[in-house]
């Protein structure tokens, strides 16, 4: 069979795993980028405790992918959840990174006129300091993004949701008739998401950054 | 309608930081009328920063008392207190995310102020400070020039009509230009405005053109003198603050007199060919401009421009006389 003739056969399977592979992303990236600011907005005023939360991201960002899934499956069984655990637990590092630096990036001037207003600092943090790190808040998430639609690919390990079934599946059965163009359609599916994604946050940050500092 | 200053007093005010021999303010005492302009003036690491800062406690003090209108600000929330204190950096710090008008609005919004209300405020703030509302109201920081951001910052810091403002160094990043006018301005809006205000600068010719009363800071912030300009400027208390005053102390102190002050103006008299200087001039103009032309006498002209009378170098050097023995006799 043909690569054409493959993917008219199998669109409507392709597309539905194309979906689940995007849902799955999004998900965890949102649930990182919630948990990967509220880090960084809890320890960027201290060295040491923003050290210690992009340390330990880092840490977690060089345990293997599969070894990370499989570390999982005890303890949140097969599917979805180990899934979206491993998606978040990767994509924390550039996101509390860049929050830090971010957080960090405002002048001390600008944050000593807002205190010496009489802003608390809560208030400073939500209305001053994280407009202003934005911009350098989405380039991490934007990241992440990126390196989740690959390792989302080993979700399939876990019996997962995404396009990893059909690579896994085509790289199971080598040497039988659709084989190779089951694991050509999911490679080509995950990078024309991640590109389509990769435009979408060009977007997303032009129009999410305040106007006053837009570059 | 603006809330006029309050009495603010400083009594035996001491900042020790922890593992430093010595305290960075040592125990000053200063009492600052509802109203008037005081300058801290001093050279860098006087503690005349760290002196102000405790007024809004930026910085805690270790001991001694603040009061503000009798009030004692250590008993205060330290964010309300701050609230009710302007406060202008010369960094400016503007929230470059944020319009003018939502810069103006930041501490009326912590106060819950109606929209309709905050709208009138920001309004009214930019033509006090002399920019036209509905041309600078929508603008970015980044959209105005340095002057500009400056005089939004001290919009900012009377949005909510404190009675007391604290300034630090806030022209000292401009250039002279700018520098003159904003000050020029910031006297105008004073006038107007009777806030008290605590102004700091290591500029003396600043002080002297701004300030009601001069606190000249030595090293912890010790108060070497504290007087209007002309006293000082006529009696310094020691060494110390004659070094401060500098050079030429008679030619600075003619730049607080305006000639529409002298009395007496001769005769108008051949005055074809002589230079003229408008009375609210002050006699340095009349002597730089009596030194320029290469003469000795110069003609008064009235806000009108008509001619009132003729001064000359004996006229000037005998108001400086005057206000000398007038000094002494108080001190």
Same mark, same amino acid.
């Given at each position: ?215 | ?199 700091? %600068?290591?500029?003396?010719? $600043? ?6 009363? @001069?606190?000249?800071? !030595?090293?912890? +912030? &010790? /108060? ?51 230079? %003229?200087?408008?009375?609210? $001039? ?6 730089? @401009?009596?030194?320029? !032309?290469?003469? +000795? &006498? /110069? ?33």
């Amino acid at each position: 069979m043909t690569f054409s003739r493959y993917l008219e056969n199998r669109w409507d399977d392709l597309l539905e795993q194309a979906t689940q592979h995007v849902l799955v992303v999004i998900l965890s990236v949102v649930i990182a980028t919630l948990a990967g600011v509220v880090i960084g907005a809890l320890t960027w005023r201290s060295d040491r405790y923003s050290g210690l939360a992009i340390g330990t991201s880092a840490t977690l960002l060089t345990i293997p992918s599969l070894a990370l899934l499989a570390l999982l499956i005890p303890l949140l069984g097969l599917g979805w959840a180990p899934t979206i655990v491993a998606l978040v637990v990767y994509s924390l590092l550039p996101i509390v990174r860049n929050t830090v630096a971010g957080l960090r990036s405002v002048d001390a001037s600008i944050l000593e006129a807002a205190k010496g207003m009489g802003l608390r600092p809560a208030r400073v943090l939500w209305r001053v300091q994280l407009p202003m790190a934005w911009p350098v808040i989405i380039t991490g998430v934007r990241v992440a993004t990126q390196m989740l639609f690959a390792i989302a690919t080993i979700a399939a390990y876990v019996a997962g949701p995404g396009l990893g079934n059909e690579i896994f599946s085509g790289l199971a059965r080598q040497g039988s008739a659709n084989a190779l163009n089951q694991a050509v359609a999911g490679t080509a599916g995950v990078v024309i998401l991640a590109l389509l994604f990769d435009l979408l946050f060009v977007l997303i940050r032009r129009y999410t950054t305040p106007r006053g500092i837009r570059v | 309608m603006s809330e006029h200053g309050v009495r603010i007093q400083l009594d035996r005010v001491t900042k020790q930081y922890p593992r430093q021999p010595e305290p960075a303010v040592d125990n000053v005492s200063l009492d600052i009328p509802a109203g008037e302009l005081v300058v801290f003036v001093g050279p860098s690491g006087c503690g005349k920063t760290t002196t102000m800062k405790m007024i809004n406690r930026l910085i805690e003090p270790t001991s001694g008392e603040i009061t503000i209108g009798g009030e004692n600000v250590l008993a205060l929330e330290p964010n309300e207190l701050r609230t009710r204190i302007g406060y202008v950096i010369q960094q400016i710090g503007l929230f470059p995310h944020m319009t003018v008008r939502d810069n103006i609005a930041v501490v009326p919004r912590l106060l819950g102020w109606d929209k309709a209300r905050i709208t009138r405020r920001v309004d009214e703030l930019l033509e006090l400070v002399g920019l036209d509302p509905s041309a600078f109201r929508d603008r970015l920081p980044k959209q105005l020039s340095g002057g500009q951001q400056q005089r939004v910052g001290v919009a900012r810091a009377l949005a909510a009509d404190p009675p007391v403002m604290l300034m630090d160094e806030p022209f000292g990043a401009t250039d002279p230009i700018t520098r003159d006018k904003l000050q020029n301005e910031f006297l105008r809006l004073q006038k107007e405005l009777r806030k008290t205000i605590i102004f700091v %600068t290591h500029d003396f010719d $600043e002080a002297v053109k701004l300030g009601d009363r @001069i606190a000249v800071l !030595a090293e912890q +912030s &010790h /108060v070497a003198q504290y007087d209007t300009p002309g006293r000082i400027l006529a009696a310094p208390a020691n060494d110390y603050v004659e070094g401060f005053v500098g050079s030429a102390a008679a030619i600075k102190q003619l730049g607080l007199m305006h000639v529409g002050m002298l009395t007496g103006l001769a005769e108008l008299s051949a005055t074809s060919g002589l230079p %003229t200087v408008r009375s609210r $001039e002050n006699a340095r103009d009349a002597l730089d @401009i009596m030194l320029r !032309a290469g003469t +000795s &006498h /110069v003609v008064v002209l009235d806000e009108q421009g008509d001619p009132r009378g003729v001064i000359g170098f004996e006229d000037i050097a005998g108001l400086l006389r005057e206000e000398v023995s007038r000094v002494g006799q108080d001190a």
